[in-house]
């Protein structure tokens, strides 16, 4: 949002002026950026579900792998009890070769209908079996993506843990001074209040607040694939109009493209950056006080990872 503010300040110093339809294009992508932020947390929760829903999977396919086993162990056990009585039975027969006809030839008769159960369970048993491979083939395979997406997830985890901390050291020299870096849901959030930036009404930096939105762009150029979305907030005192600024939006959205412009000048990728005005609309404070006003009063640095990599793996 501070990127924003930036990059609509900086526009506006230059053009001495906003036009409507230039207006109209900053809100259309604040709110193409908003609803890309929701899908990103929204994707953060699915990859959560369908990695919840993979792992019972895995567990009931396990389940199931157990009870083939199981089964079988049984048909392995009724085969070698059929082949037992199949010995027997042709003892017998050999046994009987004296006898008469008419009991050779029952004893014959068994012994067709113990070889065709025989048979019938071997079958049987290499149906469970070729049945029981591929379960245990599929139970591999999701296994390994079930990994795969782990490793993924503590990567990027990793990853905007170690931006964090080259935030935090970059920016070091300014704690105390309203500015302020915390890792929540997978971003890095870093808040400078106007304080630090901006003199009251303008969106014009100053030196301090220069240097440390450079020091940010430091660090921003070492990381291209983080994806970089200013916003510009203001408190609920009605901004008194004149020259090129109306309102509370305006200005946010001015502040918001005068740090774009910084960073974009510090040669950070302006494919990276989104720059929004969030006006008085979403305040850290209580707009009561003094102190709470000036909480309000602040530019947030959002980064986020791509998630690129995590999608194509769902989606494979």
């Known amino acids: 949002m501070k990127k924003i503010a930036l990059v609509v300040l900086t526009i506006a110093l230059v053009t001495s002026c906003v036009p409507k339809k230039v207006y109209t294009e900053l809100e259309d992508k604040y709110n193409k950026l908003r609803d890309n932020n929701s899908s990103l947390f929204n994707e953060n929760q699915d990859l959560i579900a369908k990695k919840n829903e993979l792992e019972e999977n895995m567990r009931n396919l396990q389940g199931e792998i157990d009870k083939l086993s199981s089964e079988r162990s049984n048909l392995q056990d009724a085969v070698t009890s059929l082949d037992e009585r199949k010995k027997k039975l042709e003892e017998e027969f050999e046994d009987l070769s004296k006898m008469s006809a008419e009991q050779l030839s029952e004893k014959e008769k068994q012994n067709r209908e113990l070889l065709q159960q025989l048979n019938e369970k071997e079958a049987k048993l290499a149906e469970e079996s070729a049945r029981l491979e591929k379960l245990q083939a599929e139970l591999q395979q999701r296994s390994e993506r079930i990994n795969q997406l782990e490793n993924l997830i503590s990567s990027k985890e990793a990853a905007m843990q170690q931006l964090k901390d080259a935030v935090s050291a970059a920016l070091s020299g300014f704690e105390g001074k309203g500015l302020t870096v915390e890792r929540k849901n997978g971003k890095v959030y870093v808040s400078m209040e106007n304080k630090l930036l901006f003199g009251s009404g303008s969106w014009a930096v100053g030196s301090e607040g220069q240097r440390a939105v450079e020091n940010l762009a430091g660090v921003l150029r070492q990381n291209p694939d983080i994806d970089v979305l200013i916003e510009g907030h ?38 990276q950056i989104t720059a929004a005005g969030r006006s008085e609309y979403i305040p850290v404070s209580t707009n009561s006080t003094s102190t709470g006003k000036a909480k309000n009063r602040r530019i947030e640095v959002i980064l986020a990872p791509n998630l690129d990599a995590i999608n194509e793996l769902l989606n494979e």
């Open 234 to 271: 203001t408190d609920d005192v009605p901004y008194n109009s004149k020259g090129d600024i109306l309102d509370n939006w305006d200005l946010s959205t001015k502040r918001a493209t005068a740090i774009v412009r910084i960073l974009i000048n510090n040669r950070v990728d302006p494919k």
